[in-house]
């Protein structure tokens, strides 16, 4: 029931947004009808990939290469929407304006629209596909013996279909260049049947850290047997906070740090893995510094009466296609970046390192995060 439901509800908005493209837009632009029957077509098109797309939730049969043209239909469908909408209101305020006498007018109008959907679908595709950055955060929070702690923080990467071992191969060489203190993955590792891409996700095994690497679960590591998933982490050598804690220690065996791992919250509604903060912050060492890894930003509206002295988040992406990101306000209080969300007490979060669905990015780059905790 849950997948007919959530199949209606993908189907019905492309199918509108599809249909308000054609009719609003490509119906509408001063171009031989040739051109206007190749646009016509390519709609259609995108929207029998949408179909495909959805019914992979189902039947997992598509290669990645596959995978990788349904998931940018999807993408370019949002964005010719947003183009189309822009369009739809200067063109019916020209017309409403000028009347039968703004000919020319229309006709530059048609070409400045033609020329932004191009930059705009091209700067997409090049955004998605470009290797994360690197962002370099320092968080005004101390940990005792340490002039500056160095966290690198993965997250969203989205291995499966489309993201594979070589991606993941390259980010493991790339963040052992640093040696960072510890590497945290903060959900949306497994976007797969997670025996499927065992050997994408096994380079993790080589990531070099002074006290380790932790994960926990976003809301992606439950669609795809999430147990399954924690079984393949913890074999390759990833601590994994299931609604936990744990205590990190030094060289010396000096406690330094609480680091508390979150279940997500989707698992409240899907009634698996159900997500427990009381139980997850009872061991907490009140005397050291505790950062808590939380898929979701919106956690923070629920956790910050154990007052966490750093959250780190993704889940977002940034929006990962501007002008999405205003409908993430929707959903979750943060878009990106660190926050202060009680006076000395911080949220971070991460545009995301891979992508999920469409391979694209605007105005939200990906990036793998090094946050350096200094008071300094």
Known sequence: MRTIIFFSIFVTIFALMNAYVHFRFVQRLAIPDIYRHIGTGLVVFLFVCQLMYAASFRFDVFPGTVFLVLGTAIGFSFMLFV??????????????????????????????????????????????????????????VSVPEHKAFHIVQLSDVHVGHVIKKPFVERLVA???????????????????????????LAPLAGLKTRYGVYFAAGNHEYFHRPLRSLEILRGLGVKVLDDEST???????????NIVGLRDPVGRSMQILLPDPDKAFASVNRDLPTIVLAHQPVWINEIERFQPDLVLSGHTHGGQIFPF?????????????????????????????????????????????ELVLSEE
């Open 325 to 369: 990101s205003y409908l993430v306000y929707l959903n979750q209080p943060y878009l990106n970046g660190l926050h202060s969300y009680q006076d000395g007490r911080y949220i971070y979060i991460s545009r995301g390192t891979g992508f999920w669905g469409p391979p694209i990015r605007v105005l939200a780059q990906s990036e793998i995060t």
């Open 174 to 200: 790339r963040i052992n260049e640093s040696v960072p203190d510890i590497v945290v993955i903060t959900g949306d590792l497994v976007d797969r049947d997670p025996d499927s891409i065992a050997d994408d």
């Open 83 to 140: 183009v189309a909408l822009g369009y739809d209101f200067l063109r019916t305020a020209t017309d409403l304006i000028l009347r039968p006498n703004g000919g020319r007018l229309r006709l530059a109008l048609d070409g400045v629209a033609l020329l932004v959907m191009s930059v705009y679908l091209v700067s997409g595709l090049v955004g998605g596909m470009r290797d994360p950055a690197w962002v370099h955060v320092r968080v005004p």
């Open 247 to 257: 205590v990190l220690r030094d060289e010396s065996g000096r406690a330094i740090l």
